[in-house]
């Protein structure tokens, strides 16, 4: 899945999703699971992802004190939506809380997951970008550059 979709919430806290996303999703792909991200927003994974996600926490010990909060601050707010007959999903309401949504969203598709962030967060989110994202990367990939 790529790319970012701008969305805008119901007076119910529901969002509908934009067709590009569905068909990059597949058609039985109707289930999902959305927590709490690591920074202020939201993470939706289609079931079997999340399934994925699941068997990964459960290789975690639960007598480690570390590796036992990993486990809990990534259930934390961890709630089950489908996605209804308009291709719409609702939003728990205490993880909008969470992410300061309101009226608008932006979908941020990557990988096998989508963000959910409020409109305001994504663009602050976004103005951060460094101002060398190359030596970024070159850090991130372990380029070494006196190498070169």
């Known amino acids: 899945m790529t790319g970012e979709y701008n969305c805008k919430i119901d ?43 699941t068997e990964e926490m459960n290789q975690l010990s639960l007598y480690r004190t570390d590796e036992r909060k990993v486990v809990r601050f990534f259930y934390r707010g961890a709630s089950e939506v489908e996605m209804d007959g308009a291709d719409r999903i609702l939003l728990p309401k205490g993880l909008m809380k969470f992410a300061q949504i309101q009226d ?37 990939f372990g380029v070494d550059r006196t190498d070169l």
């Open 11 to 53: 007076s119910k806290g529901r969002i509908r999703l934009p067709s590009k996303l569905i068909r990059q999703l597949g058609e039985g792909n109707k289930v999902f699971t959305i927590n709490r991200g690591f920074e202020q927003h939201l993470i939706m994974y289609p079931r079997e992802v999340w399934e994925q996600k």
């Open 104 to 140: 608008e969203v932006v979908l941020f598709a990557y990988r096998d997951q989508i963000e959910i962030w409020s409109k305001e967060g994504y663009e602050a989110m976004i103005n951060e970008e460094p101002e060398n994202f190359a030596t970024l990367a070159d850090k991130v």
